[in-house]
């Protein structure tokens, strides 16, 4: 039984012409796999590797060298991902205080999900948002010149 | 005067990142007449002589990168796009990517018709989403308009974009490192030689250009070399190597200022100038004690510490363009990302910040800087817990001279850079520090923050 959809598997093979090689594929497999099944289990490792002609293990090795990538079924990400930027200029600004505010709010630390699965909070080294300082990438998008109210605005939209 | 923005001229415009409105701006004009009346080699010839320096970081001559490859090669040459910027405190290629994608890949189809590429990869970071659906957007919409693809403008110039994302590791903003991750392995990057001049992505030649240096291309393409050199630094008299700093420049003022934002300037303008002019000024009315002047790597500048043989001048008033930090003991310009320590901010805090962030992204192939990086994170520690010992400042000192690839114990420079900013804070701060060590008095930020899954 596959664990991987035959639709998410032709979405994979469609990328296919676009490289010199297919390994390259790896990278853009693994995020459409986690995104739709917020962890990239041993077995969904396996079938893309069998989709780019690998051997399991290489695509295991690529997976594993990007912490953003979780593995494990216990630490399958939340509806959505929210992180808080702790980088210099973010810090500066008080991104120290709103990660403390955020894991207070939301009862969990950094790298955990709320108990209702609708939050995975992270840290994230500086993600280029600094005129918004201090600033959170929820998901892949930017939220600028977080408050502690801003903060608790955006969990509740993402909760309702 | 002031100075009118080129670079960033369209991004305030209604649907700046559209290609309609590109094109009613004089978009794609540049690549079309160069199809019909400029060999590859022209337009080479343009660049170079124009004096661009890449925008990354290195600010490597990039007409002179583009003559490396090999001669008469049967191909396939191919163009990375390196849009990973990642340096801390950096974001002007993210602005350019959002605002005016067409500008960015004017300069990429310049750039391959130059190159004889018919493929370009471009690498955006994947904290960049915005930036990567508007690019995604854009190239869709070249597509459409015949374009990209093949026999662009009827010429027999094909050339196919495709979009990279990462996966949130600021190695692969190293051009090897972001080979290697294209290629579907883990960022570490390759020894060199050979550079990817020469055997780069899938064993073909490569070069790998910045987001910002692909616009100055498409404006020295329509502009023209004299327009470029008429903005900057020339080349200094008494350095026979100085390729000189011409161009305009996006610089970002970040941290403790009243407005941080990206703004276009001639090369050249002066630390004290960006702050105080463009940056609002320092934030709730304080002074500004420390800068950072081109992305964490580059190191800290002094801003009361007097500039040598400048009467009344301080570290403050250097120019930022490729020579100006390197005379104040900083690894260089950068990314032109100016970061602003005010002056009840401490320096151990600050320091603990920086080297929490290399240790973090360490890729881990070399040993001096995994371990070198991670050593001075926890020195750092102990010195927020107010636990610093004297010795600690010289130890400090001795790993951040010793790991990199100037002192030649690591494959990249990304220790370099984890080392410049620890090495110049303790030179030019060395006080605070020992204050620190005497006060033995914990930082408020002393309890540390939860370490999950290093690269």
Redesign the interface.
């Known amino acids: 039984m596959s664990v991987l959809s035959e639709d998410i598997k032709n979405r994979i093979r469609a990328l296919l012409p676009?490289?010199?090689?297919k390994?390259?594929?790896?990278?853009?497999a693994?995020?459409m796999v986690h995104d739709e099944y917020r962890h990239v289990s041993p077995e969904a490792v396996v079938e893309i590797a069998e989709i780019?002609e690998l051997h399991p293990s290489e695509v295991q090795?690529?997976m594993t060298?990007?912490?953003?990538?979780k593995e494990k079924e216990s630490e399958k990400l939340g509806k959505e991902r929210v992180?808080v930027c702790?980088?210099?200029?973010c810090?500066?600004?008080g991104a120290?205080e709103l990660?403390d505010h955020c894991e207070h709010k939301l009862g969990v630390?950094?790298?955990q999900t709320t108990a209702d699965g609708k939050i995975t909070l992270e840290?994230?080294?500086?993600?280029?948002?600094?005129?918004?300082?201090p600033a959170i990438?929820r998901?892949?998008?930017?939220v600028m010149n977080v408050t502690p109210e801003k903060a608790d605005g955006l969990f509740a939209e993402i909760r309702k | 005067m002031k100075y009118e923005p080129i670079l960033l001229a369209r991004i305030h415009k209604p649907n700046s990142h559209q290609l309609e409105g590109y094109r009613a701006d004089g978009g794609y004009a540049a690549i079309e007449q160069a199809l019909v009346d400029k060999k590859p080699a022209d337009v080479i010839a343009q660049v170079k002589d124009a004096g661009l320096r890449g925008r990354g970081g290195a600010g490597f001559p990039t007409g002179l990168k583009w003559t490396f490859l090999p001669k008469d090669h049967p191909g396939p040459i191919y163009l990375c796009v390196n849009a990973d910027e990642s340096e801390p405190c950096t974001y002007n290629n993210r602005i350019l990517m959002e605002k005016d994608p067409h500008q960015v890949l004017e300069g990429i189809m310049l750039a391959c018709y130059a190159i004889r590429s018919e493929k370009a990869f471009f690498y955006v970071r994947y904290e960049y989403g915005t930036a990567y659906r508007a690019l995604e957007a854009a190239i869709a919409e070249l597509y459409a308009a015949g374009l990209l693809g093949k026999n662009i403008f009827g010429s027999d110039f094909h050339l196919d974009i495709v979009l990279h994302r990462g996966a949130g590791a600021y190695i692969c903003g190293e051009e090897t490192g972001l080979i290697e991750s294209l290629e579907g392995k883990r960022a570490w990057p390759r020894i060199k030689p050979p550079f990817p001049a020469i055997e780069g992505a899938f064993r073909k030649p490569t070069i790998v250009n910045n987001v910002e240096t692909m616009a100055c291309v498409t404006q020295i393409m329509r502009r023209g070399i004299d327009w470029f050199k008429s903005l900057g630094v020339p080349p200094d008299p008494k350095n026979p190597r100085d390729a000189g700093s011409y161009g305009p420049k996006l610089y970002t003022i970040a941290g403790h200022v009243e407005k941080p934002v990206c703004v276009e300037l001639p090369m050249g303008v002066s630390l004290r100038e960006l702050v105080e002019v463009h940056g609002g000024g320092v934030w709730k009315g304080r002074k500004a004690k420390a800068v950072n002047p081109g992305g964490l790597s580059m190191g800290f500048v002094d801003v009361l510490a007097p500039l040598k043989g400048e009467d009344g001048k301080t570290e403050y008033d250097i120019p930022l363009d490729f020579n100006g930090p390197g005379k104040v003991g900083c690894l260089g310009l950068g990314t032109a990302a100016v970061t602003v320590i005010d002056d009840q901010t401490s320096m151990v805090d600050v320091l603990h910040n920086v080297t929490q962030f290399f240790s973090h992204e360490s890729c881990g192939q070399c040993t001096p800087c995994r371990e070198g990086t991670g050593w001075m994170l926890k020195i750092m520690e102990r010195f927020r817990r107010g636990l610093g010992r004297r010795e600690d400042l010289d130890i400090l000192v001795d790993v951040a001279d010793r790991i990199g690839i100037i002192p030649g114990t690591t494959i990249c420079g990304l220790s370099d850079g984890a080392g410049w900013p620890v090495k110049t804070a303790i030179r030019k701060f060395r006080s605070e520090f020992e204050e620190a060590i005497r006060k033995g008095e914990p930082s408020r930020y002393a309890k540390p923050l939860q370490m999950v899954g290093a690269h």
């Open positions: 676009k490289y010199p090689r390994q390259a594929v790896t990278l853009p693994l995020h780019l090795d690529t060298f990007y912490a953003f990538f992180w702790r980088g210099l200029a810090m500066l600004r120290y990660i630390h950094c790298g840290f994230a080294e500086c993600i280029g948002a600094c005129d918004g300082a990438l998901n892949d998008e930017h």
